[in-house]
């Protein structure tokens, strides 16, 4: 419970310096962001002092419809201390800031965050489309992505099965 | 004569893997035999998983997570129906809970018997692959009695497992336990202790811990370069905080050390399980859950040990019958990405050690 309060008590003094809003679901710890605050939030959490949370779990997109959200799961190897981050990004020019210099391992969950919700990755290395083929259009997980209807889908099955 | 320069080739490895990860296509850039640099492609087995979980309910999402690490099948069911049960705080029966972990970690048994065999396979040891195939028929048999099928498993509900199993399952699940230590013995002497395999493996392919952190690796990978982590001891979920087990952990960083370390896990699984079956209560095996699933506003992230890697849930709902938003992390797709990092400088005879020995399942990469 030590660890809890501390990790909560440095959190809280965070979010102060980034514009951050803190809430806690289900006993996680929840910061929320602005795009531009990331790197500087991240970098904090990373370092801070007897709770640091130094490792990237899992970093994925969150279509809310009016914004985009980027998820970061972050933990620790040396503690119980878990943390979840959420930077706010805009919908219409979704852009934020990697963090493939502070985690290497960000590399390709960016990528997938990048084919899947259309976020624009500042500064990553190599941000190309990982699962979809490069000439696709639209971003799957978003939730204005239209899925063909399967009656189109029959047809064309059909069509195939004709000739 | 010394040549000062060779010219780089292009190589194409892939789409399809002449072993049983899956559809995974690599190309390779070669200055003679030595790698200098490699592009993993994914991306073959792409369904769609996490779009298609939108659409369907908690529960018909299920039998999709048996698709992720279809290796370890009850395994996936489990970190999902967990999940969902922490979203809507339902408490499940004891009996469901040692059960549970009785199939996951019968699942990693499975699963590391498969990484064993399929490394040997990649490095031409065909023999081996036979042995450790032939002893995970067994696990699912008993995968079989319980469930019907024996990949796919589909084992697990909201709220407790399918089924109970059936009376042959329990003298099948002891003489199992029984004949481990054989197993192993027989998986090291024509193996581990083989001269060649120990030459292709031993002190290639190195990960030092700063870079397996800094990567985000998880499993036995990440033990494997000497780190004692652990989800079941760290976190314990389910009931893992009431068994005695160790948690392996090999300092070689090396292939060697990532493949023998399996064998460790075996140990320690058939530990649980003989505890498990020592104390499994009598009793339900479901918790009484409404018809209709419908878990309050919310969002919950949740990990497991999964035998590759962790495997983590991160669940979004919007107070409908259908989840807003599942996100899958899957242990190996992260662990992916040590490969052009680590491969580079190793000759191309290496470079499929050295993947065979994240055991990657491309249906868990490719989600």
Not at chain 1, 150 to 161: A, G, K, S, T
Request: some cysteine; glycine content about 6%; proline content about 6%.
């Amino acid at each position: 419970m030590e660890n809890k309060e501390l990790l909560k008590q440095r959190v809280e003094e965070l979010a102060g310096r980034v514009n951050g809003e803190v809430e806690e679901i289900l006993g996680t710890l929840i910061l929320k962001v602005q795009a531009p605050y990331v790197t500087e939030t991240l970098t904090a959490v990373k370092s801070f002092d007897d709770v640091p949370c130094d490792f990237l779990h899992d970093l994925a997109g969150l279509d809310l419809v009016d914004h985009l959200e980027v998820v970061y799961q972050l933990t620790s190897l040396n503690g119980p201390q878990h943390l979840r981050v959420k930077a706010i990004v805009d919908r219409e020019n979704p852009v934020v800031d990697s963090v493939t210099r502070i985690w290497q391992g960000a590399d390709y969950l960016e990528r997938e965050a990048y084919d899947m919700f259309g976020i624009q990755f500042k500064g990553h290395p190599n941000l190309k489309r990982i699962y979809m083929w490069d000439d696709f259009e639209g971003y799957p997980l978003r939730k204005d992505y239209e899925t063909e209807p399967i009656e189109i889908r029959n047809l064309v099955r059909q069509r195939i099965d004709g000739e | 004569m010394s040549i000062d320069k060779t010219e780089e080739l292009v190589l194409n490895m892939g789409p399809q893997h002449p072993s049983m990860h899956g559809l995974f296509r690599m190309i390779v850039h070669l200055e003679g035999e030595t790698v200098t640099e490699i592009e993993p492609k994914i991306g073959y087995l792409h369904r769609g998983i996490e779009k298609l979980a939108e659409s369907r309910t908690y529960t018909q999402f299920i039998p999709y997570t048996d698709r992720l690490d279809y290796l370890a099948s009850p395994h996936n069911n489990w970190a999902y129906v967990q999940t969902v049960e922490k979203l809507m705080g339902v408490e499940i029966p004891e009996r469901a809970e040692y059960l549970r972990v009785i199939f996951g970690e019968l699942a990693r048994i499975a699963s590391h018997q498969v990484m064993i065999a399929s490394t040997a396979l990649d490095i031409a040891g065909w023999t081996a692959w036979g042995y450790a195939f032939r002893d995970r028929e067994r696990i699912l048999d008993m995968y079989e009695m319980t469930a019907g099928s024996r990949l796919t498993v589909n084992c697990m509900r909201i709220g407790g497992m399918s089924a109970e199993p059936p009376a042959e399952f329990w003298p099948a699940l002891e003489s199992f336990l029984d004949d481990t230590p054989e197993m192993l013995e027989e998986y090291y002497g024509i193996f581990f202790g083989n001269e060649i395999a120990q030459g292709r493996l031993k002190n290639v392919g190195i990960m030092p811990k700063e870079l397996a952190e800094n990567l985000s690796i998880t499993g036995p990978v990440l033990r494997a370069s000497g780190v004692q982590y652990d989800v079941r001891k760290a976190y314990p979920y389910s009931i893992y905080d009431r068994f005695d087990f160790d948690v392996p952990v090999r300092y070689g960083c090396d292939s060697y050390d990532r493949t023998i370390i399996r064998m460790d896990e075996i140990k320690e699984s058939v530990k649980i399980i003989r505890q498990a079956i020592r104390d499994i209560p009598e009793g339900p095996i479901m918790a009484k859950v409404p018809k209709v699933i419908k878990p309050p506003v919310g969002e919950v992230y949740h990990r497991v040990e999964n035998p590759k890697g962790e495997l983590g849930f991160y669940i979004v709902s919007d107070g409908s019958t259908k989840p807003a938003r599942v996100r899958i992390r899957p242990g190996t797709f992260v662990n992916l990405q040590m490969l052009p990092i680590v491969a580079k400088g190793w000759k191309i005879q290496d470079v499929v050690a050295i993947f065979a020995t994240l055991d990657a399942v491309l249906g868990e990469v490719d989600k």
